[in-house]
């Protein structure tokens, strides 16, 4: 069996298929999500904190992505496979195509994720110039946590959801295949997704996206601590794990999740 492809991604957003995605960081759980019909597994630099008990994302390392990936990679055959470029790692263009070439050649990663806007334009150009599949994550960045004051929606005021919208624009241009929406309001990213001819996944962001991503510890309910808002404990509704990541799965496709109650 071979795995998903961006041409077929693309072709689900074309077609407003919506795509499932979740996080995942051994062999077990990504068998779990490929049975269940995922169709994306991102390996999160959320594994500093569900995985190590970090207080953020921000020791997380290549290395510690690399074996992660690997996990991923041995436990499915069909999943789409996105890596974290965990913080500091692609601080400039020589260290992220460093770094990114480690993720694919040595985790097996099929694209890689980082975290900003327009800044990122030169460096994500240089990546995907070079064969790198790049995914943007713009709205709340985890791995700004303490510039940004704490893990808060972003893109409430007219101004700051104007820069998100110009920014999502700039990193299609600069060749972005994928882009994650993180805690923005869900207008907001309704008008990016629409705008945009690459897939949108969103986190917190509202049903309008193209697809919808959580943590898997989150929507599994065990997360230590408060669940976000914009997640679910689909655990608690059926008490089996293959079958909450299946309800997860198909109340994206159908569009049940999320719900207004479960977006900004
Ligand atoms: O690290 C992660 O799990 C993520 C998701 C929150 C999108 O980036």
Redesign the pocket.
Known sequence: MSRLSLNQLRKMKAEKNKIA?L?AYDASFSHVLEQAGVDIV?V?????MVIQGQES?LPVTVDHMIYHTANVIRGSDRLFVIT?MPFMSYANIDQALHNAARLMAEGGAQMI?L?GGAELVELIAALTQRGIPVCG?LGLL?QSVHKLGGYLVQGREASAAEKILQDAISLEEAGADML?L?CVPAELAKKISEALSIPV?G?GAGADCDGQ???LYDMLGITPGKRPRFSHDFLADCGHIPAAVSRYVEAVKNGDFPTAEQQY
């Open positions: 995605v996080t991102l999160g630099d959320s594994l500093g994302t974290d994720k975290e994550h985890p994650v993180e996944i986190i991503v959580l943590v």
